[in-house]
T-cell receptor, first 107, second 114 residues
Framework: KNEVEQSPQNLTAQEGEFITINCSYSVGISALHWLQQHPGGGIVSLFM???GKKKHGRLIATINIQEKHSSLHITASHPRDSAVYICDLFPDNDMRFGAGTRLTVKP | DAMVIQNPRYQVTQFGKPVTLSCSQTLNHNVMYWYQQKSSQAPKLLFHYYDKDFNNEADTPDNFQSRRPNTSFCFLDIRSPGLGDAAMYLC?????????????FGPGTRLTVL
């Protein structure tokens, strides 16, 4: 069983929809990182979470350490949000990536 | 202003011909990472430096080596590239101040092996 599971793997939405991407993990972690990768390869760090909830613009990230689960939400989605969203763990001194969720937002 | 710079952005090499990819940073971060990312897959950590301390992932092939001559620069050497090494290679840095470090990624170098 993978240590990090992301769902869904692929997601297509209409512009304006509320998007949720989930990340579940099975190891103890110190922090969890949400990354955004655009077509062409550039990776942007969105959030680093160790507890609770963070918000930046239309993006919201939450984490429940006890349940070993994190979610990334996008409100009022826009075509420019189309990207791969990757969940990245920090268990001890290693890093574990989820497989990514490919989001396509159609106008 | 570019903070993590990778050169070249596109690299073509021949099967078996050594190639070096470079990464530089203006952030004065302690930690530098090299990742390999193949099409439609998540990045895979190859190794990282904490200052001068080199940390190799257990499943990184011996064909991949790295050098960090100073804080600002880190190199990825592929001694004998195979067709399976064609990928995007990403460099990242982090301050190294704690476990909740944010990583800052460069734009990547896309390697083609002919």
């Amino acid at each position: 069983k993978n240590e990090v599971e992301q769902s869904p793997q692929n997601l297509t939405a209409q512009e304006g929809e509320f998007i949720t991407i989930n990340c579940s993990y099975s190891v103890g972690i110190s922090a969890l990182h949400w990354l955004q990768q655009h077509p062409g390869g550039g990776i942007v760090s969105l959030f680093m979470l160790s507890s609770g909830k963070k918000k930046h613009g239309r993006l919201i990230a939450t984490i429940n350490i006890q349940e070993k689960h994190s979610s990334l939400h996008i409100t009022a989605s826009h075509p420019r949000d189309s990207a791969v969203y990757i969940c990245d763990l920090f268990p001890d001194n290693d890093m574990r990536f989820g497989a990514g969720t490919r989001l396509t937002v159609k106008p | 202003d570019a903070m993590v710079i990778q050169n070249p952005r596109y690299q073509v090499t021949q099967f078996g011909k050594p190639v070096t990819l470079s990464c530089s940073q203006t952030l004065n971060h302690n930690v530098m990472y090299w990742y390999q990312q193949k099409s439609s897959q998540a990045p895979k950590l190859l190794f990282h430096y904490y200052d001068k301390d080199f940390n190799n992932e257990a499943d990184t092939p011996d064909n991949f080596q790295s050098r960090r001559p100073n804080t600002s620069f880190c190199f990825l050497d592929i001694r004998s590239p195979g067709l399976g090494d064609a990928a995007m290679y990403l460099c990242a840095t982090s301050p190294g101040q704690g476990m909740a470090d944010t990583q800052y990624f460069g734009p990547g170098t896309r390697l083609t092996v002919l």
